[in-house]
Protein backbone atom coordinates (compact mmCIF):
# COMPACT_ATOMS: atom_id res chain seq x y z
CA UNK A 1 0.00 0.00 0.00
CA UNK A 2 1.41 3.33 -0.83
CA UNK A 3 1.89 6.36 1.31
CA UNK A 4 -1.17 7.52 -1.18
CA UNK A 5 -3.42 4.97 0.15
CA UNK A 6 -2.99 5.32 3.72
CA UNK A 7 -4.21 8.49 3.82
CA UNK A 8 -7.02 7.98 1.13
CA UNK A 9 -7.96 5.42 3.33
CA UNK A 10 -7.57 7.27 6.86
CA UNK A 11 -10.03 10.13 5.37
CA UNK A 12 -12.57 7.71 3.53
CA UNK A 13 -13.01 4.76 5.13
CA UNK A 14 -12.82 5.12 8.75
CA UNK A 15 -15.55 3.96 10.97
CA UNK A 16 -15.81 6.58 13.51
CA UNK A 17 -14.42 5.61 17.30
CA UNK A 18 -16.85 4.72 19.98
CA UNK A 19 -17.63 7.97 21.89
CA UNK A 20 -17.40 6.10 25.02
CA UNK A 21 -13.96 4.72 24.73
CA UNK A 22 -11.87 5.26 27.67
CA UNK A 23 -8.55 7.35 27.58
CA UNK A 24 -5.47 6.85 30.13
CA UNK A 25 -2.54 9.51 29.94
CA UNK A 26 0.32 8.93 31.19
CA UNK A 27 2.19 11.84 32.44
CA UNK A 28 0.36 14.84 33.53
CA UNK A 29 3.19 17.49 32.72
CA UNK A 30 2.32 20.59 30.07
CA UNK A 31 1.70 18.03 27.48
CA UNK A 32 0.13 14.87 29.38
CA UNK A 33 -2.59 17.65 31.35
CA UNK A 34 -4.24 19.37 28.27
CA UNK A 35 -4.11 16.43 26.09
CA UNK A 36 -6.05 14.67 29.45
CA UNK A 37 -8.36 17.42 29.54
CA UNK A 38 -9.05 17.83 25.86
CA UNK A 39 -10.43 14.50 25.65
CA UNK A 40 -12.88 14.87 28.26
CA UNK A 41 -14.11 17.24 26.37
CA UNK A 42 -15.57 14.56 23.98
CA UNK A 43 -17.26 12.36 26.26
CA UNK A 44 -14.73 10.42 26.99
CA UNK A 45 -13.55 8.79 30.44
CA UNK A 46 -10.07 9.66 31.25
CA UNK A 47 -7.39 8.16 33.13
CA UNK A 48 -4.39 10.74 34.39
CA UNK A 49 -1.16 8.61 35.78
CA UNK A 50 1.64 10.71 37.46
CA UNK A 51 4.21 9.42 39.15
CA UNK A 52 4.31 12.95 41.34
CA UNK A 53 1.90 13.24 44.06
CA UNK A 54 3.33 16.68 44.15
CA UNK A 55 2.13 17.09 40.84
CA UNK A 56 -1.20 15.43 41.57
CA UNK A 57 -1.99 17.66 44.35
CA UNK A 58 -1.71 20.64 42.06
CA UNK A 59 -3.81 19.93 39.31
CA UNK A 60 -6.78 19.13 42.09
CA UNK A 61 -6.10 22.45 43.34
CA UNK A 62 -6.10 23.57 39.91
CA UNK A 63 -2.23 25.06 40.59
CA UNK A 64 -1.35 23.97 37.57
CA UNK A 65 -0.44 26.39 34.21
CA UNK A 66 -3.58 25.97 31.31
CA UNK A 67 -4.83 28.18 29.10
CA UNK A 68 -8.35 29.93 30.38
CA UNK A 69 -10.94 27.54 28.53
CA UNK A 70 -8.56 24.50 29.54
CA UNK A 71 -9.02 25.87 33.05
CA UNK A 72 -12.42 25.77 33.12
CA UNK A 73 -12.72 22.25 31.65
CA UNK A 74 -10.59 20.29 33.76
CA UNK A 75 -12.72 22.22 37.04
CA UNK A 76 -16.04 20.58 35.08
CA UNK A 77 -13.76 17.23 34.40
CA UNK A 78 -12.76 16.88 37.92
CA UNK A 79 -16.00 18.03 39.32
CA UNK A 80 -18.20 15.27 37.41
CA UNK A 81 -15.44 12.72 37.57
CA UNK A 82 -14.65 12.20 33.83
CA UNK A 83 -10.83 13.02 34.63
CA UNK A 84 -9.86 10.35 37.41
CA UNK A 85 -6.34 11.01 38.54
CA UNK A 86 -3.62 8.53 40.52
CA UNK A 87 -0.25 7.14 40.88
CA UNK A 88 -1.34 3.49 40.03
CA UNK A 89 -1.07 1.81 36.30
CA UNK A 90 -3.73 -0.10 37.15
CA UNK A 91 -6.16 2.01 35.22
CA UNK A 92 -4.42 1.22 32.14
CA UNK A 93 -5.95 -2.30 31.71
CA UNK A 94 -9.28 -0.64 31.12
CA UNK A 95 -8.47 2.09 29.04
CA UNK A 96 -9.38 1.73 25.13
CA UNK A 97 -6.63 3.90 24.43
CA UNK A 98 -3.35 5.23 25.78
CA UNK A 99 -1.20 8.29 25.66
CA UNK A 100 2.40 8.33 26.58
CA UNK A 101 2.99 11.70 27.46
CA UNK A 102 6.40 11.77 29.78
CA UNK A 103 9.30 14.24 29.39
CA UNK A 104 12.24 13.30 27.23
CA UNK A 105 14.89 15.61 28.93
CA UNK A 106 19.14 15.83 28.44
CA UNK A 107 21.38 15.59 31.28
CA UNK A 108 24.35 18.11 31.44
CA UNK A 109 26.33 16.54 29.07
CA UNK A 110 23.21 17.21 26.29
CA UNK A 111 22.90 13.62 26.07
CA UNK A 112 19.11 12.24 26.02
CA UNK A 113 17.74 11.14 29.33
CA UNK A 114 15.32 8.49 28.66
CA UNK A 115 14.86 7.28 32.04
CA UNK A 116 11.27 8.68 32.30
CA UNK A 117 10.21 7.31 28.92
CA UNK A 118 11.76 4.22 29.24
CA UNK A 119 10.06 3.24 32.90
CA UNK A 120 6.81 5.01 31.00
CA UNK A 121 7.24 2.09 27.79
CA UNK A 122 7.44 -0.23 30.63
CA UNK A 123 4.77 -0.08 32.16
CA UNK A 124 2.30 0.65 29.17
CA UNK A 125 3.58 -2.77 27.77
CA UNK A 126 3.03 -4.65 31.13
CA UNK A 127 -0.36 -3.22 31.57
CA UNK A 128 -0.80 -4.12 27.56
CA UNK A 129 -4.04 -6.09 26.69
CA UNK A 130 -6.05 -7.02 23.61
CA UNK A 131 -7.97 -4.71 21.91
CA UNK A 132 -5.93 -1.00 23.13
CA UNK A 133 -4.25 1.94 20.96
CA UNK A 134 -1.27 2.57 22.34
CA UNK A 135 -0.08 6.42 21.40
CA UNK A 136 3.26 7.49 21.95
CA UNK A 137 3.53 11.36 22.09
CA UNK A 138 6.94 12.12 23.32
CA UNK A 139 9.52 13.86 21.02
CA UNK A 140 12.19 11.16 21.49
CA UNK A 141 14.84 9.83 18.89
CA UNK A 142 14.45 7.80 15.45
CA UNK A 143 13.37 4.38 16.10
CA UNK A 144 11.97 4.65 19.60
CA UNK A 145 8.58 3.64 18.76
CA UNK A 146 9.77 0.22 17.88
CA UNK A 147 12.84 0.01 20.24
CA UNK A 148 10.50 0.78 23.55
CA UNK A 149 7.23 -0.43 22.52
CA UNK A 150 6.95 -2.60 19.34
CA UNK A 151 9.28 -4.94 20.38
CA UNK A 152 8.29 -5.39 23.83
CA UNK A 153 4.51 -5.89 22.42
CA UNK A 154 5.77 -8.09 20.34
CA UNK A 155 7.85 -10.50 23.43
CA UNK A 156 4.43 -10.38 25.39
CA UNK A 157 2.85 -12.06 22.52
CA UNK A 158 0.82 -8.94 21.44
CA UNK A 159 0.63 -8.38 17.83
CA UNK A 160 0.69 -5.58 16.22
CA UNK A 161 -2.37 -4.23 14.04
CA UNK A 162 -4.43 -7.28 15.64
CA UNK A 163 -4.13 -7.53 18.97
CA UNK A 164 -2.68 -3.81 20.02
CA UNK A 165 -2.47 -0.92 17.57
CA UNK A 166 0.61 1.27 17.94
CA UNK A 167 1.84 5.10 16.71
CA UNK A 168 3.76 7.62 17.23
CA UNK A 169 1.69 11.05 17.14
CA UNK A 170 4.01 13.75 18.47
CA UNK A 171 3.04 16.29 21.05
CA UNK A 172 2.37 19.88 19.72
CA UNK A 173 1.90 21.55 22.46
CA UNK A 174 3.11 25.41 23.06
CA UNK A 175 2.60 26.57 26.55
CA UNK A 176 1.04 30.20 26.64
CA UNK A 177 0.00 29.74 23.21
CA UNK A 178 -4.07 30.75 22.77
CA UNK A 179 -3.70 31.20 19.47
CA UNK A 180 -2.61 27.32 18.75
CA UNK A 181 -3.22 24.99 21.10
CA UNK A 182 -4.22 21.48 21.58
CA UNK A 183 -7.49 21.70 19.77
CA UNK A 184 -6.90 23.79 16.97
CA UNK A 185 -3.33 22.35 15.82
CA UNK A 186 -2.83 19.84 13.71
CA UNK A 187 -0.87 16.69 14.42
CA UNK A 188 0.77 14.30 12.41
CA UNK A 189 0.41 10.36 13.12
CA UNK A 190 2.40 7.28 11.82
CA UNK A 191 1.18 4.14 12.35
CA UNK A 192 3.28 0.57 12.78
CA UNK A 193 1.03 -0.57 10.42
CA UNK A 194 -1.87 1.03 8.19
CA UNK A 195 -4.73 0.10 10.40
CA UNK A 196 -2.87 1.25 13.62
CA UNK A 197 -2.47 4.52 11.55
CA UNK A 198 -6.63 4.76 10.74
CA UNK A 199 -6.87 4.26 14.24
CA UNK A 200 -4.72 6.74 15.61
CA UNK A 201 -6.32 8.95 12.96
CA UNK A 202 -9.68 8.54 14.32
CA UNK A 203 -8.84 8.95 18.06
CA UNK A 204 -6.90 11.97 17.14
CA UNK A 205 -9.62 14.05 15.50
CA UNK A 206 -11.72 13.99 18.05
CA UNK A 207 -8.86 16.89 19.30
CA UNK A 208 -7.64 18.06 16.99
CA UNK A 209 -8.44 19.81 13.22
CA UNK A 210 -6.73 17.74 11.23
CA UNK A 211 -4.50 14.52 11.42
CA UNK A 212 -1.82 14.05 8.76
CA UNK A 213 -0.93 10.57 8.24
CA UNK A 214 3.07 9.47 7.47
CA UNK A 215 4.01 6.19 6.28
CA UNK A 216 5.75 5.25 9.68
CA UNK A 217 6.93 5.66 12.98
CA UNK A 218 9.87 6.81 12.28
CA UNK A 219 8.85 9.45 9.64
CA UNK A 220 6.64 11.11 12.85
CA UNK A 221 9.40 11.05 15.20
CA UNK A 222 11.77 12.43 12.03
CA UNK A 223 9.44 15.12 11.52
CA UNK A 224 9.01 15.96 14.68
CA UNK A 225 12.94 16.66 15.32
CA UNK A 226 12.81 18.48 12.09
CA UNK A 227 10.19 20.92 13.22
CA UNK A 228 11.95 21.60 16.48
CA UNK A 229 15.68 21.51 15.16
CA UNK A 230 14.92 24.05 12.46
CA UNK A 231 13.71 26.71 14.85
CA UNK A 232 17.14 26.04 16.97
CA UNK A 233 19.28 26.59 14.07
CA UNK A 234 17.15 29.70 12.84
CA UNK A 235 16.97 31.08 16.29
CA UNK A 236 20.83 30.60 16.82
CA UNK A 237 21.33 32.19 13.53
CA UNK A 238 19.48 35.07 14.28
CA UNK A 239 20.98 35.59 17.02
CA UNK A 240 24.08 35.74 14.96
CA UNK A 241 22.78 38.01 12.89
CA UNK A 242 22.62 40.28 15.69
CA UNK A 243 25.99 40.31 17.07
CA UNK A 244 27.05 41.23 13.27
CA UNK A 245 24.45 43.96 12.83
CA UNK A 246 25.67 45.30 16.73
CA UNK A 247 29.47 45.40 15.02
CA UNK A 248 27.94 47.57 11.86
CA UNK A 249 26.24 49.98 14.26
CA UNK A 250 22.69 48.63 13.29
CA UNK A 251 19.10 47.58 14.56
CA UNK A 252 18.52 44.09 13.60
CA UNK A 253 15.42 43.98 14.42
CA UNK A 254 15.01 46.84 11.62
CA UNK A 255 16.64 44.24 9.29
CA UNK A 256 14.24 41.54 10.54
CA UNK A 257 11.47 43.23 9.69
CA UNK A 258 12.71 44.73 6.42
CA UNK A 259 13.87 40.78 5.07
CA UNK A 260 9.96 39.96 6.13
CA UNK A 261 8.29 42.03 3.88
CA UNK A 262 9.00 39.51 1.26
CA UNK A 263 6.43 37.15 0.18
CA UNK A 264 8.32 34.00 -0.31
CA UNK A 265 11.29 31.84 1.06
CA UNK A 266 11.77 33.86 4.43
CA UNK A 267 10.43 33.13 7.95
CA UNK A 268 11.40 35.48 10.46
CA UNK A 269 12.75 34.90 13.76
CA UNK A 270 14.22 37.11 16.89
CA UNK A 271 17.25 37.01 18.61
CA UNK A 272 17.30 36.99 22.54
CA UNK A 273 19.06 35.82 25.40
CA UNK A 274 18.90 31.89 24.34
CA UNK A 275 16.37 29.13 24.20
CA UNK A 276 14.90 27.45 27.06
CA UNK A 277 11.86 25.14 27.84
CA UNK A 278 11.61 21.39 27.26
CA UNK A 279 11.78 21.47 23.40
CA UNK A 280 14.55 23.63 21.82
CA UNK A 281 17.50 23.35 23.70
CA UNK A 282 16.64 19.07 24.42
CA UNK A 283 14.83 17.77 21.16
CA UNK A 284 18.06 18.67 18.35
CA UNK A 285 20.05 16.16 20.78
CA UNK A 286 18.00 13.18 20.18
CA UNK A 287 18.50 13.42 16.21
CA UNK A 288 22.69 14.26 16.34
CA UNK A 289 23.09 11.34 19.91
CA UNK A 290 21.31 8.47 17.34
CA UNK A 291 22.99 9.56 14.12
CA UNK A 292 26.24 9.33 16.24
CA UNK A 293 25.32 5.63 16.43
CA UNK A 294 24.92 5.58 12.92
CA UNK A 295 28.23 7.60 11.74
CA UNK A 296 26.15 10.33 10.28
CA UNK A 297 27.05 13.89 11.03
CA UNK A 298 24.90 17.25 11.11
CA UNK A 299 27.81 19.82 11.49
CA UNK A 300 25.46 22.41 11.08
CA UNK A 301 23.08 21.61 13.62
CA UNK A 302 26.01 20.35 15.97
CA UNK A 303 27.61 23.78 15.05
CA UNK A 304 24.18 25.85 15.77
CA UNK A 305 23.45 23.63 19.03
CA UNK A 306 26.78 24.89 20.50
CA UNK A 307 25.96 28.58 19.90
CA UNK A 308 22.67 28.07 21.48
CA UNK A 309 24.41 26.97 25.15
CA UNK A 310 27.00 29.63 24.36
CA UNK A 311 24.24 32.75 24.59
CA UNK A 312 23.47 32.77 27.94
CA UNK A 313 27.51 33.67 28.25
CA UNK A 314 27.56 36.08 25.16
CA UNK A 315 24.48 38.30 27.17
CA UNK A 316 27.07 37.87 30.56
CA UNK A 317 29.97 39.30 28.27
CA UNK A 318 27.88 42.34 27.48
CA UNK A 319 26.40 42.82 31.06
CA UNK A 320 30.09 42.62 32.23
CA UNK A 321 31.44 45.19 29.56
CA UNK A 322 28.54 47.68 30.58
CA UNK A 323 29.40 47.20 34.70
CA UNK A 324 33.33 48.16 33.16
CA UNK A 325 31.88 50.75 30.99
CA UNK A 326 30.74 52.23 34.18
CA UNK A 327 33.53 51.90 36.46
CA UNK A 328 31.65 49.36 38.54
CA UNK A 329 33.46 46.17 40.08
CA UNK A 330 31.53 42.87 39.87
CA UNK A 331 31.27 42.70 43.55
CA UNK A 332 30.35 46.29 44.05
CA UNK A 333 27.64 46.54 41.20
CA UNK A 334 24.23 45.89 41.49
CA UNK A 335 22.38 44.13 38.52
CA UNK A 336 19.27 42.77 38.14
CA UNK A 337 17.69 40.14 35.98
CA UNK A 338 14.31 40.62 34.55
CA UNK A 339 11.96 37.96 33.53
CA UNK A 340 13.66 33.89 34.82
CA UNK A 341 10.99 32.24 32.55
CA UNK A 342 11.76 30.77 29.20
CA UNK A 343 9.01 32.66 27.31
CA UNK A 344 6.55 35.31 28.47
CA UNK A 345 3.22 34.51 30.04
CA UNK A 346 4.35 31.37 31.47
CA UNK A 347 5.59 30.09 34.69
CA UNK A 348 8.50 27.96 33.99
CA UNK A 349 12.01 28.18 34.65
CA UNK A 350 13.45 24.99 32.75
CA UNK A 351 16.39 25.20 30.90
CA UNK A 352 15.95 29.40 30.99
CA UNK A 353 18.53 31.05 29.58
CA UNK A 354 17.80 33.75 32.54
CA UNK A 355 18.80 31.31 35.14
CA UNK A 356 22.02 30.76 33.23
CA UNK A 357 22.49 34.23 33.32
CA UNK A 358 22.16 34.69 37.09
CA UNK A 359 24.28 31.65 37.26
CA UNK A 360 27.02 32.54 35.74
CA UNK A 361 27.32 36.63 36.78
CA UNK A 362 27.45 34.71 39.85
CA UNK A 363 30.31 32.90 38.69
CA UNK A 364 31.75 36.26 37.69
CA UNK A 365 31.86 37.86 41.19
CA UNK A 366 28.21 39.38 40.47
CA UNK A 367 25.78 39.10 42.89
CA UNK A 368 22.88 39.72 41.17
CA UNK A 369 18.77 40.33 42.27
CA UNK A 370 15.70 38.67 40.34
CA UNK A 371 12.73 40.31 39.47
CA UNK A 372 9.95 38.18 37.77
CA UNK A 373 6.32 38.23 38.37
CA UNK A 374 5.50 34.72 37.37
CA UNK A 375 8.25 33.30 39.83
CA UNK A 376 8.43 34.56 43.65
CA UNK A 377 11.24 32.68 44.35
CA UNK A 378 13.54 30.05 43.59
CA UNK A 379 17.03 28.02 44.21
CA UNK A 380 19.62 27.36 42.22
CA UNK A 381 23.04 26.30 42.92
CA UNK A 382 22.37 25.99 46.61
CA UNK A 383 21.23 29.78 46.87
CA UNK A 384 17.29 30.79 47.54
CA UNK A 385 16.63 33.54 45.78
CA UNK A 386 13.44 36.03 45.86
CA UNK A 387 11.99 38.13 43.50
CA UNK A 388 12.65 42.18 44.24
CA UNK A 389 8.69 43.14 44.95
CA UNK A 390 9.73 46.98 43.60
CA UNK A 391 12.22 47.17 41.60
CA UNK A 392 11.58 50.61 40.77
CA UNK A 393 12.57 51.88 44.49
CA UNK A 394 15.69 50.72 44.65
CA UNK A 395 18.58 51.78 42.39
CA UNK A 396 20.97 49.41 39.72
CA UNK A 397 23.71 50.16 37.74
CA UNK A 398 22.51 47.42 35.35
CA UNK A 399 19.13 45.78 34.55
CA UNK A 400 19.36 42.55 32.22
CA UNK A 401 15.85 42.12 30.70
CA UNK A 402 15.28 38.45 30.13
CA UNK A 403 11.44 37.98 29.16
CA UNK A 404 9.01 40.18 29.19
CA UNK A 405 5.56 39.67 30.60
CA UNK A 406 2.35 41.03 29.05
CA UNK A 407 2.22 43.55 32.11
CA UNK A 408 5.76 44.26 32.68
CA UNK A 409 6.66 47.91 33.01
CA UNK A 410 10.07 48.91 32.02
CA UNK A 411 9.55 51.98 30.99
CA UNK A 412 10.87 53.77 34.30
CA UNK A 413 13.94 51.51 33.60
CA UNK A 414 14.61 52.30 29.84
CA UNK A 415 13.69 55.77 29.64
CA UNK A 416 15.64 57.04 32.69
CA UNK A 417 12.79 57.22 35.01
CA UNK A 418 14.44 55.25 37.93
CA UNK A 419 18.06 55.29 39.29
CA UNK A 420 19.22 52.97 36.71
CA UNK A 421 22.73 53.60 34.69
CA UNK A 422 21.76 51.13 31.58
CA UNK A 423 19.32 48.60 30.49
CA UNK A 424 20.82 45.50 28.72
CA UNK A 425 18.23 44.43 26.76
CA UNK A 426 18.10 40.70 25.56
CA UNK A 427 14.72 40.64 24.47
CA UNK A 428 15.50 43.29 21.11
CA UNK A 429 12.12 44.53 21.76
CA UNK A 430 12.74 47.97 24.03
CA UNK A 431 13.68 51.24 23.38
CA UNK A 432 14.80 54.95 25.23
CA UNK A 433 17.87 56.35 27.09
CA UNK A 434 19.42 53.64 28.83
CA UNK A 435 18.98 50.77 26.62
CA UNK A 436 21.78 48.52 25.06
CA UNK A 437 22.06 45.47 22.95
CA UNK A 438 24.08 42.45 23.69
Not at 25 to 37: C, E
Not at 175 to 195: E, F, I, L, S
Not at 330 to 359: C, F, H
Request: glycine share 6%; with cysteine.
Amino acid sequence: MTLADIRRNAIFDVVPPRATSSVAVVGLGYVGLPTAVAFTTTGRQVAGIDISNRRINAILEGDVELLEHETKSLAEALSDATLSLGLSPESLIDADVVIICVPTPIDQHAVPDLGPLRSACQMVVEHARQGQLILLTSTTYVGCTNDLLAQPLRERGLAIGKDVWLAFAPERIDPGNTVHDVRTTPRVVGGVTPDCSRRAHDVLTAVCPEVVIVSSPEAAEMTKLHENTFRSVNIAYVNELAEACRSYDLDVTEVVSAAATKPYGFMPFTPGPGVGGHCLPCDPHYLLWHLRSRQTAMPIVEAAMAAIRQRPAHITDRVMECLQLLGKSPSDARVLVWGLTYKPNVADIRESPAMQIVDDLGRRGVAPQVHDSLVPDFQANGRRYTTVANPRESSWDAVVVCTLHADDDVLWATEGLGDVSCVVDATYRLTGTRVVRP
